[in-house]
Structures are given as C-alpha cells and as structure tokens.
C-alpha cells in the first residue's frame, strides 16, 4: 500500500485535508481510495469529469453530475502552443543521452536492419562509424557537430532545415557531409540551409536567397557567374 500525501521524495499535489490509499492486492486487484472532507466535495467532483457516481447514500452528489470526456478531446492547438512547445523540445533535445551514437540517429524510429543499415551509413559518412558504440558524451565539440547533423539526415521528412551544417568541420568532413545532402536532395527531399560557408554553398546548393543589411537578392548557385555574385553582395554587406 503506498499513501502519498505522508511522502517527501514526492510530494502530494491533493489539496490539503485530501487524503488517498493506492492499495494492491496479491490478486493483482488495485484501488484507489481518496477521502475528501465533506465540504470540499464540489472541488472533488469538479477537478475529475470522468467520475461516475455508484453509490450516494447520503444524497452528497450534485444531481446532474454525469461524466463527460469532452475536455480530453483532441483538439487543434493555439500556433503559439505549438511554438512553446518546439521551442522546448529542441532547447531540451540535445541534453538528452540515449546510449551509444548509432542509438541517437535511431531515436524516435523503428531500428529495422535497413535503418540501422542508413545510420551506420551516415555515421562513415561523417566520420564517425569507428564511435557507433561510444556515449556521446565522450565526443568533442566537433563531433557533437557531426552527429547533430547526422540526427537531421535520418528523419524522412519532406523539408529538411539545416542551421551551419558545416560549423566544427574540417574539409573531408564538410564534403561528406556534403554528398549526404545530395543524396537527400536527389530522393526528392528539400533542403534548406542557413550557412555563411561559401565554397559549401557553391558546391552542394542549387539556389540562394542572400540576406543582407541593403537587402536580399536570389541567386541561381548554378548558373555562370555565381561565385562572383555571391562575393560581391557579401563585399557589398560587409560595407
């Protein structure tokens, strides 16, 4: 039997006077058993809609009390729920240990033998597949780098949305990288990356929007002449 409002380690969240007994039998039968004073009875029925009055001897139970899971509904969230909420998840992921490298990029997925296949793939690719059995706690601030990125890479999303993928890597990385994203690109995946890594850009975009303080011009990354535009505008920004 555990009774949780005499608990320290976890502490009641009944208001006081409210007082409950978690038992479970040997037969694997378990009861919850709540006392609440009298006069609290209101607040007892109002903070549950899901209570189903089987007994009131004593007339105690508001008449038209009927349960009701209307307020668990699934219902479409407010946009700025939805942006507290990424918000969280993506300040709090990259804190999160899963075990070993290989564990991080199938985080989330069903490790079949082809996607733990894709993620052994994409750790050589990155340079890391010697470390698939290490903690990612042990990896330098570059390799870090590398792994984050190869989380992004393993996702089957449509739209993939790269912030710096090169930041931390040397140049056998970078073009590893780089021919991960053409691959992605070539299955058909979109591909957005903010970078001030210019030879990258050049070698592995199609298109730029370039933004600076004047302004944002559009540039074809594959057309003659490219590298000269891009250094122009950014000699122009830098001004």
Known sequence: MQKPE??????????AGWFS?????????????????????????AQDPLIRVLLDKDGLCPDALRPS?????????????????????????????????????????????????????VLDALGLGALADRHPATLSGGQKQRLALGVALMHDASVIVLDEPTSGLD??????????????????????MITHDVEFLLKTGTSALLVGPLGCEKIDVRASGAADRIVRFLGTAAR
């Open 171 to 192: 140049g056998k990385s970078m073009r590893s990288v780089g021919r991960q994203i053409e691959k992605l690109a070539h299955e058909g995946r979109v591909i957005l």
């Open 69 to 121: 899971d209307e307020r668990f509904w699934v219902q479409r969230p407010p946009s700025a729920h939805v942006r507290d909420c990424a918000n969280e998840f993506y300040l709090s992921c990259t804190y999160v240990a899963r075990g070993l490298l290989r564990d991080e990029l199938l985080c989330g997925q069903k490790a079949t033998p082809e996607r733990t296949a894709r993620a052994d793939e």
């Open 21 to 45: 007994y978690l038992m479970l039998f040997s037969d694997g039968v378990k009861i919850d058993l709540t006392l609440v004073p009298r006069e609290d009875g209101e607040a007892y029925f």
């Open 6 to 15: 005499p608990m320290e380690l976890f502490p009641p969240d009944f208001p």
